[in-house]
């Protein structure tokens, strides 16, 4: 997780975040066109997941995908921010669908000029990814974006364990972060990091609040308005059919 994402405890001033960063420089800044870019790259595979729903071709949404953020990141669209009512995960679907709706009218006009189409789609492989993930777009990319704010606040934390010496322990316990895993053989678990039964499980708290606490940071980073992240947690755990 980059360093623009605030901690969050309990009364603490939110600094600063990112998307905020963005909304307020929009493209005139270097500042915000920096923190734009980090976001963009950052959650890049939700985008990626809401064309390949869209198009039903894996390949034709990685070019989409590129096609997208390179438009994106040469300014001007972020102008139009403040209408997303402060999510930039909202703001993100909004203008993908948009740039999508444009390059289909391109497409035919294209057509109707006697030209090729834009957005060639292999007939064989659209039925088997349809067949394979029968969700919305929209529901997809939430999905994906659930599944990118969790892995780069477990990145975070892994990075946090490592710098203290406990990578083990952060490996052999991340199951239980990521609720993968029943309480099984804790005793055993214990027997192999060199900590009592008791350790064990106070360890498993703190690191599952340390978790919360960096998923709440990445969440807040998105944000423009602190008063949001607990909705946009509930959001994200919904998401994720949790």
């Not at 102008?79 to 390059?103: D, I, K, W």
């Not at 990145?155 to 364990?161: G, H, M, T, V």
């Not at 499980?201 to 606490?213: D, E, G, T």
Request: aromatic content about 8%; proline content about 2%; some cysteine.
């Amino acid at each position: 997780m980059t360093t623009d994402s605030p901690g969050i405890q309990s009364g603490a001033v939110f600094h600063t975040t990112r998307w905020t960063r963005v909304c307020l420089a929009k493209v005139d800044s270097e500042d915000g066109r920096r923190a734009l870019a980090e976001l963009c790259d950052a959650y890049y595979e939700p985008v990626v997941a809401f064309f390949r729903c869209e198009l039903r071709n894996a390949d034709a949404a990685r070019e989409m995908s590129h096609a997208f953020f390179a438009q994106m990141l040469g300014g001007g669209a972020i102008r139009t921010a403040e209408r997303e009512r402060g999510r930039f995960r909202s703001y993100l679907l909004g203008a993908a669908r948009h740039f999508l709706f444009n390059q289909h009218a391109a497409g035919s006009r294209q057509k109707r000029g006697g030209g090729a189409a834009i957005l060639a789609i292999d007939d064989e492989e659209a039925r088997e990814v349809a067949d394979a993930r029968q969700v919305s777009p929209d529901a997809e990319f939430d999905r994906q974006w659930a599944l990118t704010v969790l892995a780069r606040a477990l990145d975070a934390l892994k990075a946090e364990c490592t710098s203290e010496g406990r990578t083990m322990v952060f490996e052999r316990v991340k199951p239980w972060l990521m609720g993968d895993a029943d309480h099984g053989d804790q005793a055993g678990l214990a027997a192999e990091l060199g900590l009592s039964p008791s350790a064990l499980r106070m360890s498993v708290h703190r690191l599952k609040q340390r978790f919360r606490h960096l998923v709440k940071g990445e969440i807040a980073g998105t944000l423009d308005d602190p008063a949001m992240v607990d909705e946009e947690m509930r959001s994200l755990f919904a998401a994720l059919g949790g």
